[in-house]
Nanobody
Framework: QVQLVESGGGVVQVGSSLRASCTASGRTFSNNNMAWFRQVPGKEREFVAGFIWNSGSTYYADSVKGRFTISRDNAANTLYLQMNNLKPEDTAVYYC????????????????????WGQGTQVTVSS
């Protein structure tokens, strides 16, 4: 059974840092584009950061560019999201997602392109 399991969320103060992790089990995701999305109640799930499997290219939403860094460790089958200088508007449930294998980078921010999802980890930034 394929599973993505996030961890590393929490409650922090403005300006703090967190590192979210997403560990995959059941198969390897080294040939899959992967991404982080986030969602707050009443709003659509939004793209945060993406990692393209073959080029290693990374993409970020404008709202997190320069503060967040996505990375992956294929040997550990784990995706990371380093979040620095956190702001109250970063408060959300963060989800890890993976596309089917061997996809191009086309529409990397479209959540409909992802068919594997984790259960989410809550990040709360208090002012």
């Amino acid at each position: 059974q394929v599973q993505l399991v996030e961890s590393g969320g929490g409650v922090v103060q403005v300006g703090s840092s967190l590192r979210a992790s997403c560990t995959a089990s059941g198969r390897t995701f080294s040939n899959n584009n992967m991404a982080w999305f986030r969602q707050v109640p009443g709003k659509e799930r939004e793209f945060v950061a993406g990692f393209i499997w073959n080029s290693g290219s990374t993409y970020y939403a404008d709202s997190v560019k320069g503060r967040f860094t996505i990375s992956r460790d294929n040997a550990a089958n784990t995706l990371y999201l380093q979040m620095n200088n956190l702001k109250p508007e970063d408060t959300a449930v963060y989800y890890c997602a993976a596309q089917p294998p061997y996809n191009s980078a086309y529409r990397y921010s479209d959540n409909r392109r992802y068919n594997y999802w984790g259960q989410g980890t809550q990040v709360t930034v208090s002012s």
